[in-house]
Each structure stands twice: as structure tokens, then as C-alpha cells.
């Protein structure tokens, strides 16, 4: 009996019975910590704009799936964990966008404010358009599938990067 108590507090996942994403669609988000400390939100063709200029959307989240989104809003992903991006569009104005995050996947998605990515762990960017100046920061095993990037300072303390395809200028090297 206490073998088990101790499973059962050591590893809750295992006995907990898996949730269901609560999905938004088509909404815009303008205030300031739209969706704070939500777990398992899928977000689907989302505006993150508006007059109200909010800011943190996502902050303290976790099992994020992101699909055709708009950010034109700073700081949606902090402290974050288990983020999915796909084929959505972070602005100019969207800076400092993904910090302090885990378990990262971005893929077929542009990343154009400054510092968009940093002091984050286990990241994934595939076939991304990245303008964004000291992007990757101090970031822990980073995987790069196919990548343009427009950037000046990059990737700087960067740890465990593996690139497949990675292009700056008309210039393609590996890491």
C-alpha cells in the first residue's frame, strides 16, 4: 500500500485522466493575460490585437497547440510548457515572445519581433521565417529543421543546437 501511495504521488500523470483541450476559434484577444494559467488550450485562426494592447496572453500555461494565429501582442508565451505553434504570424510587434519556455515546437510560422526567443528549453523550429534580432538566447537544446533567418545577434550561450537547414542572406550552413 505505501509502494503505491508513493507512485501515485511521485507520478500523478500516470492516474489522472487525460483532459480535453478547451478550444478557442476565430476570437481576437486584446486585454492584458487573456487566457493566465490555462492548461490544454488548442487556439485556432486567433487574433491576439485590439486597442486594449494587452499583454502576457498565455503566461504560466502549459499544453498550449497554437494553429493559423495572429500575435501582434508582447510576451504571449512565458513561462510556458508543452507550447505547439504552427502556420501562424508573431509581428514587429510582438517582441520577446517565447521566454523562459519548454517543450517547444514552432513550425511553418514567422517570428519577426525582437527577442523572440529566449533562456527557453527543448525547442523544435522547422521551416520558419525568423527576423528577429538576439533571437535564441541562452536556449537548451534547440533543433532546427529548415530556417531562413534575418538576424544580426543570434543564438548567443546557445546549448545542444542541431540544424538541418539553416539559411541566412542566400547562404545555407549547418550548426
Not at 494559467?37 to 486594449?52: E, I, S, Y
Not at 541562452?138 to 540544424?163: C, M, P, Y
Amino acid at each position: 500500500v505505501q509502494v503505491i501511495s508513493f507512485f501515485m504521488l511521485a507520478y500523478p500523470q500516470l492516474w489522472e485522466k487525460p483532459r480535453k483541450m478547451e478550444e478557442y476559434r476565430e476570437q481576437t484577444f486584446d486585454e492584458e493575460r487573456a487566457l493566465y494559467g490555462k492548461t490544454g488550450v488548442k487556439l485556432l485562426n486567433c487574433r491576439f490585437d485590439g486597442p486594449a494592447d494587452g499583454e502576457s496572453a498565455l503566461k504560466e500555461s502549459r499544453d498550449i497547440e497554437v494553429q493559423d494565429c495572429f500575435f501582434n501582442l508582447r510576451y504571449p508565451f512565458w513561462h510556458d510548457e508543452s507550447v505547439q505553434i504552427k502556420n501562424s504570424a508573431l509581428t514587429e510587434l510582438c517582441r520577446a515572445a517565447l521566454w523562459y519556455s519548454t517543450d517547444i515546437h514552432i513550425a511553418d510560422t514567422k517570428l519577426h519581433g525582437i527577442k523572440a526567443l529566449r533562456e527557453c528549453a527543448n525547442v523544435t523550429v522547422e521551416n520558419c521565417d525568423v527576423i528577429s534580432p538576439e533571437f535564441g538566447w541562452s536556449v537548451k537544446n534547440i533543433d532546427f529543421g529548415e530556417l531562413h533567418h534575418h538576424w544580426h545577434t543570434a543564438l548567443l550561450l546557445l546549448q545542444g543546437a542541431e540544424s538541418h537547414q539553416l539559411s541566412h542572406g542566400g547562404y545555407r550552413f549547418g550548426l
